[in-house]
DNA sequence: GCCTTTGTGAAGATAAGCAT
DNA sequence: ATGCTTATCTTCACAAAGGC
């Protein structure tokens, strides 16, 4: 009847040590690996240990090292397919270095994301990678670099912060988006995005917080002047945070400026909102109002039409920031800097050409 | 005297138990 | 009520022991 479930002390190395009669120092190196230890001896111990079936501490481990061997990452929204694959870049880069990855999620609220960082440091993670929901505060990144932890930026960046980030090049994507628009004949184009609206209106591109957003931003509008098209900002929409609100962004611009229309949508959970309002007003994709998503979730090849894309490769970005993070974590000497990811335009049906 | 192998003891954060 | 000691478990720097 020992080997019943009743709860016993956990095997530890001074157990193993005892059972092979050996110091738990010598046990240690065999169990650990590191050191040198005769062979008879280290045959001993293991025979010892698989007798007594040990298993290591890590606890206690991480304790004696100071290292955690844990990564941990903090996502603006984990419902959301661009961070599910930007995490699997993040792990599969970091299991390669013999890392373990813990997942937070801020649901881009500031107050969540503080309180995610406090419990990743607490647990003592070797490395943080953030999404940061806004860049004008960094008050709390600042005490992660202070704590000595390395940090790594993840699709937004903070340049007051001096840390390494890794972004796709959201400026040269929204171009590239927007003129292929306008080169379809499109004139009414607008943009939306799920970042929370800010009272009054967009008056300036300055308070959009989120750099990623900010950035496609001025690239959708320095497009729409160099086209001589008016009042840019105003074709800036933001609030599409859930399907309410998105069918409330759309019903606005569709009174705003009727069909024809070309929306370009900020990621892919709003790209897929704005498919969804317009099914549900009866709009046709892309006779009456052409879209098009950033990022190429699977939902976007399947649909009818199939949505033309800005392909973020964003799974490279999450390897990337995973690797960046576990190079800063060994000390290699290395500038801090901005990697961007190249994005492409994946040209599908989603775009009507206007003649004119 | 040197090299290899093995042992000793401290560090590290926290809480329970004990003494003042 | 307060401070002190001890226990937890592993790793590591250093010390010791044994063989040549």
Known sequence: ?????????????????RAAKVSKATAARVLGGYG?????????????????????????????TGRSGIIGVVVGDIENAFFSLAVRGISDAAR?????????????????????????????????????????????????????????????????LDVDAVTGDDRDAAIAATRHLIGQGHRRLA??????????????????????????????????????????????RLGATDQQQTDEVIRRLLQDAPPPIALLASDSLVGLRIFKSLQSLGLSVPNDVSMISFLDADWASVTVPSITVVDQRV?????????RLVARIERKPLAVERLQVATSLVIRSSVATIDR
Do not use: W
Request: contains cysteine; hydrophobic residues 45%; proline residues 4%.
């Open 1 to 17: 009847m020992e080997d019943s479930a009743a709860p016993k002390r956990s095997v530890t190395v001074a157990d193993v040590a």
């Open 36 to 64: 040198v230890v005769s062979d008879a001896i280290k045959e001993q111990v293991m025979a010892a240990a698989a007798a007594l079936e040990y298993r290591p501490n890590e606890l206690a481990r991480s304790m004696s």
């Open 96 to 160: 390669l270095a013999g890392f373990n990855v813990i997942i937070a999620n801020s649901g881009e609220q500031l107050d969540a994301e503080k309180s995610a960082v406090d419990l990743l440091i607490g647990k003592r993670v070797d490395g943080l990678i953030v999404t940061p929901a806004r860049c004008d505060s960094i008050e709390h990144l600042q005490h992660v670099r202070r704590a000595g932890v390395p940090l790594v930026l993840f699709d937004r960046s903070i340049p007051e």
């Open 191 to 236: 943009y939306v995005s799920a970042m929370e609206a800010l009272d009054g209106g967009l008056t300036d591109i300055a308070q959009i917080s989120n750099s990623a957003v900010r950035e496609r931003v001025e690239g959708f509008v320095s497009v729409l002047r160099e086209t001589a098209l008016p009042n840019p900002l105003h074709y800036v």
């Open 315 to 323: 799974y490279e970005m999450g390897k990337l920031a995973g690797e």
